[in-house]
């Protein structure tokens, strides 16, 4: 699951998920508070959703397409717009005249034509300016919890925070906000690429199983689980071997380990 992020050149930021969903009911959370309410599509077709709290709840009937769309509540403060968003990846996409100045971690980034396109693993802060311009028009804060980047002064209650205004967006896929930016087919595609990119980043590697580490964990599977010397007293292996083979299992998660009286017991998963 990745959400695609939005940030145009005129201060507007729009969040945006479209992936294939099946089940009656799916919950989705929101990685960041909404100002307003989310627009959902389902096959291109817009349909209600219920926004239980910090979830999402989409009307899926099966399997769909579902596009989610929303613009999320931020802060400002020294011409710096911010807000927070979860744990989970990200694909943000910055328009020409938006300097990034993101807390996330980044995962890989490219740069063309002026325009950026970064991946990110959350959670933390997205923050953004726009470079030679004003800061935005600014309302008071009504989430003090949003905070800005180090560098930047929070804002707070007596703070002044903007709110931009939510870009329209038609089930055709091209947001107003953009003014000419990229258009949303593109978007798709480059979240197509960026998924495949990010699972590849941020994913450990992950040790290939010999025939020991399968043996092993058939052993694990019948018995339920068993401390290791009781592993290689059974198998007739060495205990470095169960010891190895035990942390193969365990990294690729087909395993747990548990002390117990000071001794490796290993239950399969």
């Given at each position: 699951?990745?959400?695609?992020?939005?940030?145009?050149?005129?201060?507007?930021?729009?969040?945006?998920?479209?992936?294939?969903?099946?089940?009656?009911?799916?919950?989705?959370?929101?990685?960041?508070?909404?100002?307003?309410?989310?627009?959902?599509?389902?096959?291109?077709?817009?349909?209600?959703?219920?926004?239980?709290?910090?979830?999402?709840?989409?009307?899926?009937?099966?399997?769909?397409?579902?596009?989610?769309?929303?613009?999320?509540?931020?802060?400002?403060?020294?011409?710096?717009?911010?807000?927070?968003?979860?744990?989970?990846?990200?694909?943000?996409?910055?328009?020409?005249?938006?300097?990034?100045?993101?807390?996330?971690?980044?995962l890989n980034y490219t740069k063309t034509n002026g325009t950026v396109l970064l991946i990110a693993e959350g959670p933390g802060t997205i923050a953004y300016t726009i470079q030679g311009?004003?800061?935005?028009?600014?309302?008071?804060?009504?989430?003090?919890?949003?905070?800005?980047?180090?560098?930047?002064?929070?804002?707070?209650?007596?703070?002044?925070?903007?709110?931009?205004?939510?870009?329209?967006?038609?089930?055709?896929?091209?947001?107003?906000?953009?003014?000419?930016?990229?258009?949303?087919?593109?978007?798709?595609?480059?979240?197509?690429?960026?998924?495949?990119?990010?699972?590849?980043?941020?994913?450990?590697?992950?040790?290939?199983?010999?025939?020991?580490?399968?043996?092993?964990?058939?052993?694990?599977?019948?018995?339920?689980?068993?401390?290791?010397?009781?592993?290689?007293?059974?198998?007739?292996?060495?205990?470095?071997?169960?010891?190895?083979?035990?942390?193969?299992?365990?990294?690729?998660?087909?395993?747990?380990?548990?002390?117990?009286?000071?001794?490796?017991?290993?239950?399969?998963?």
């Amino acid at each position: 699951m990745i959400w695609v992020v939005l940030l145009f050149a005129n201060g507007s930021v729009l969040l945006v998920f479209n992936q294939t969903l099946a089940g009656s009911i799916y919950g989705l959370p929101l990685p960041s508070p909404p100002l307003s309410a989310p627009l959902v599509l389902n096959n291109g077709t817009p349909v209600p959703a219920v926004l239980n709290g910090s979830t999402l709840e989409v009307p899926v009937l099966g399997k769909a397409l579902i596009t989610v769309e929303y613009v999320p509540r931020v802060s400002a403060s020294g011409g710096v717009i911010s807000f927070n968003v979860s744990k989970g990846l990200y694909l943000i996409w910055a328009q020409g005249g938006v300097l990034l100045l993101p807390t996330v971690k980044i995962l890989n980034y490219t740069k063309t034509n002026g325009t950026v396109l970064l991946i990110a693993e959350g959670p933390g802060t997205i923050a953004y300016t726009i470079q030679g311009t004003p800061a935005p028009a600014t309302t008071p804060a009504s989430s003090p919890s949003n905070t800005a980047p180090s560098g930047a002064t929070p804002a707070s209650d007596t703070t002044p925070a903007s709110r931009t205004p939510a870009p329209t967006a038609s089930p055709g896929g091209t947001s107003s906000a953009s003014s000419g930016g990229l258009p949303f087919v593109w978007v798709l595609l480059a979240v197509a690429v960026a998924v495949a990119v990010a699972v590849l980043a941020s994913r450990r590697r992950v040790p290939q199983l010999n025939d020991t580490d399968r043996l092993v964990l058939s052993y694990l599977r019948k018995t339920g689980g068993a401390y290791e010397s009781d592993i290689a007293r059974a198998l007739g292996l060495p205990r470095t071997t169960v010891f190895k083979s035990v942390r193969r299992l365990e990294q690729t998660g087909l395993a747990t380990v548990e002390k117990r009286d000071g001794r490796n017991f290993v239950k399969p998963k």
